[in-house]
């Protein structure tokens, strides 16, 4: 069979990496079937992408935000036209199961409109200026060059997450995916230049963290990186953007909690952890990895999570009967797998459900683990303080609301929680104690809509938000602060009086 083989894509022409070197992307679900090979750029393609950024900025920052709007609501029409065939390529890549890929698209398509609308909006505001007969107003202005890191959880969602945003502000970009998860990015990159998005506006260089991600988060023609992926990496990627003072901004772990209370719908709350722990096979960011649960209730509470997580029919995501995929990788499966032994041996946790990989017949052709689900948690155990980033679940016992709280904020990740009761004064004393980015009532902690905020506290980002027009723009633009005097005069901010007239 002929392999499909991609390129990059620099100023408007698909080309091959320099160096020639090509990496393969196979199917998590069946290690036979190959996706394609894709470039293992290198920093002479990173430099030939961010030259045409460069080369495309002026032109594109010239032109009006409504003319650029309509180039994003003709992409976003593309995506919803080719919804069925990129949620399928992305279950092939990525593992997760169709329902779920079809949901990553939604999330591209829901973020382009939303961000199209933006284009006659961009607000900045005027302000009266203390100095008579002086006129004082703030605009945005496009940031430059952008470089955007992505990872492979959600691989068209998060790219649409950062260019959106970045292309309505008027900025030119280079976008590197995460290796295992390129040709969603393609899908979303070639509906881009189909919808008109002019040469050298958008880049692909594909390839490593390593290889082809680093130079582009010290290349001194960019001026931002916008970084999803692990604390580890986000904190290289800081340190390389602070030596050439870049904007960075970034999106990180997280070790979310639903706190279950003794009066909280123990139906409704089972069903909540099973979706959040095992949907995307707990490759989330906002994963239900933790549930703290009442002791009055906690017997119950496991009961009811097991008897749904032991029927997960477990599987290839183009199979429509089943729920939960593989994980991405042999090392994402053998991290996972280490984290359950750390789990056992070390920490000394009760292994309830799961733990293993499957390997009976067509299992053996992919990277399949059971959901798992360990109780007798202690709160400061490594496998309740450390992302696995898989279908793990760890229950903790605790003793009232208070207790909660206190159990679910001591990790060091703040990105999102959620709470299980129907006492409205429980609810918000959570939501208000509660110290992360996002929080849920009687729901799981994954689900977030892309016109709220999103991110988190802590170790989970440095403070900015993505989604949600404003935070997005805060991310992708620079404010211009603009005085016009017109009184003829040199007036002297702070240093002039002026006289009230009696
Ligand atoms: C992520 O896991 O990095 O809220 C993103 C959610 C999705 C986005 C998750 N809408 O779970």
Redesign the pocket.
């Known amino acids: 069979m002929k392999k499909e083989t991609y390129q990059n894509y620099i100023n408007g022409r698909w080309v091959k990496p320099k160096s020639g070197a090509m990496i393969e992307n196979r199917n998590p679900a069946d290690k036979r079937d190959l996706v394609g090979l894709f470039p293992a750029s290198q920093g002479e393609d990173v430099e030939a992408g961010v030259s045409a950024a460069i080369e495309a900025y002026p032109k594109w920052k010239a032109t009006p935000a409504p003319k650029r709007a309509e180039i994003l609501y003709k992409l976003a029409q593309i995506l919803l036209d080719r919804k069925e065939q990129y949620s399928s390529d992305m279950t092939r890549e990525m593992g997760k199961v169709l329902k779920e890929a079809r949901g990553d698209v939604q ?1 591209a398509i829901d973020m382009t409109f939303y961000t199209a609308g933006e284009g006659r909006r961009l607000q900045g505001y005027t302000t009266p200026s203390e100095l008579p007969n002086k006129f004082a107003m703030c605009v945005r202005q496009p940031v430059g060059i952008c470089s955007l890191i992505t ?1 492979w ?2 691989p068209m ?2 790219p649409s997450w950062k260019m959106m945003p970045a292309l309505i502000c008027g900025n030119t970009l280079v976008i590197k995916p995460a290796e295992d998860t390129p040709l969603s990015t393609i899908n979303l990159v070639k509906a881009a230049e189909e919808a008109g998005v002019p040469a050298g506006v958008i880049n692909i260089v594909m390839g490593t963290g390593e290889a082809a991600g680093a130079p582009l988060t010290t290349h001194p023609g960019v001026r931002l990186v916008s970084f ?1 992926g692990s604390t580890d990496t986000g904190r290289i990627v800081a340190e390389n953007s602070a030596r050439t003072d870049k904007i960075c901004s970034l999106e990180m772990g997280g070790k979310n909690v639903i706190i279950v209370m003794d009066d909280g719908d123990l139906d409704l709350a089972a069903e909540g952890a099973t979706w959040g722990a095992f949907g995307t096979s707990g490759q ?3 994963a239900s990895s933790r549930v703290v649960v009442h002791k009055k209730v906690y017997k119950k509470f496991v009961e009811k999570l097991t008897e749904r997580a032991r029927s997960l029919k477990i599987g290839n995501g183009l199979d429509k009967k089943v729920e939960m995929g593989p994980v991405i990788n042999e090392a994402a499966l053998r991290k996972i797998l280490h984290y359950v032994e750390i789990g056992k041996q070390m920490d000394g946790a009760t292994l309830h459900l799961g733990g293993n990989r499957l390997t009976r017949g067509n299992y053996s052709h992919g990277f399949f683990i059971e959901p798992t689900i360990f109780t007798d948690v202690e709160p400061g155990m490594r496998i309740a303080q450390e992302e696995i980033f898989g279908p793990v679940i760890s229950i903790i016992p605790c003793r009232d609301l208070d207790d909660a709280i206190r159990i679910g904020n001591d990790v060091k990740y703040g990105l999102s929680s959620s709470i299980f009761t129907q006492d409205v004064n429980r609810a918000f004393k959570a939501m208000e104690q509660m110290h992360t980015g996002i929080f849920y009532v009687n729901s799981s902690t ?3 809509e892309v016109h709220l905020p999103f991110g988190g506290t802590k170790g989970t980002g440095n403070g900015h938000r993505e989604g949600a027009m404003v935070s997005s723009l805060d991310i992708f633009s620079e404010w211009k602060s603009i005085y016009v005097d017109y009184s003829g005069r040199l007036q002297k901010a702070q240093i002039d009086e002026f006289k009230i007239a009696k």
């Open positions: 999330e990872p959880n959600f969602a998060i999803t989330r960011c906002t994954i689900g977030a």
